[in-house]
């Protein structure tokens, strides 16, 4: 099977192009401390994520506390509190996973247009694509708070295809979380599941995306 029909190819950020788990940890973990919780292992943190930053803060706090009582005071503080120590330090021990940058050069030499759609809060996309030196080959990104609704919504993948412009058969998406799977789906749009990153500690291919792949670099043979 191959994808050389596409034209516009959705990427999801974390656990796709970029293992952000150390700083959101470090984040999760500065919070926790702050309000004298116990921290959680960076391997208990990758499954909370994917359904945004409140839903990352909201597991992170039940488990540190032990599924004790939380008024919705504690947590609107508490997620600001972690908001705020992200914001300062989002991309330290962030790093791009293996072949990333010459899988995406490669995509823009064959003319590919490509977009980001992920779950994470708009305003710390563009810093780390900046830290990371990959902004260059993005048209543009959608985050969890561009939209009334994300993944598995279908809607902010048929809006970054309506924005630029491409029918949804020539679309597909690119991501390692059955939120994407899902989307996509939704969205009658193919796409690529990718087994390294984190989906809740399930397998990607119980999602039935249109592909599995387990390194980035296997992209270079389908597109
Ligand atoms: O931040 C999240 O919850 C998930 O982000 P992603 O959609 O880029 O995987
Ligand atoms: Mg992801």
């Known amino acids: 099977m191959n994808f050389k029909n596409k034209e516009l190819i959705i990427f999801d950020f974390d656990g796709t192009l970029i293992n952000s788990v150390p700083d959101l940890t470090l984040a999760i973990n500065t919070m926790l401390s702050h309000y004298q919780l116990p921290e959680v292992p960076v391997e208990e943190v990758a499954p909370f994520i994917g ?22 005071g504690f947590f609107e503080e508490a997620f600001a509190f972690y908001l705020k120590c992200y914001r300062e330090v989002p991309c330290k021990d962030t790093y791009l996973y293996p072949s990333v940058v010459e899988t995406l050069q490669y995509l823009a030499e064959k003319e590919y ?3 980001i759609c992920t779950n994470k809060p708009y305003a710390f996309i563009e810093p780390i694509l900046d ?12 985050g ?6 994300t993944k598995p919504n279908a809607a902010p993948l048929l809006h970054l295809a309506n924005n630029m412009n491409i029918s949804t058969e020539k679309c597909i998406m690119v991501g390692d979380s059955k939120n994407d799977i899902l989307a996509a789906q939704n969205a009658e749009m ?3 599941g990718l087994t ?3 989906n809740y500690n399930e397998h990607i291919a119980d999602y039935n995306p249109t592909i599995v792949v387990d390194d980035f670099a296997e992209l270079q043979n389908i597109f």
């Open 51 to 72: 359904n945004g930053a409140r839903t990352l803060v909201k597991r992170a706090l039940k488990h540190s506390m032990k599924d004790a009582e939380m008024s919705d």
């Open 144 to 149: 969890e708070d561009s939209l009334p609704e």
């Open 113 to 115: 247009k490509m977009v």
């Open 131 to 142: 830290q990371l030196d990959i902004k260059q080959f993005f048209k543009t990104w959608i």
């Open 196 to 198: 390294y990153g984190y």
């Open 190 to 192: 193919d796409s690529i």
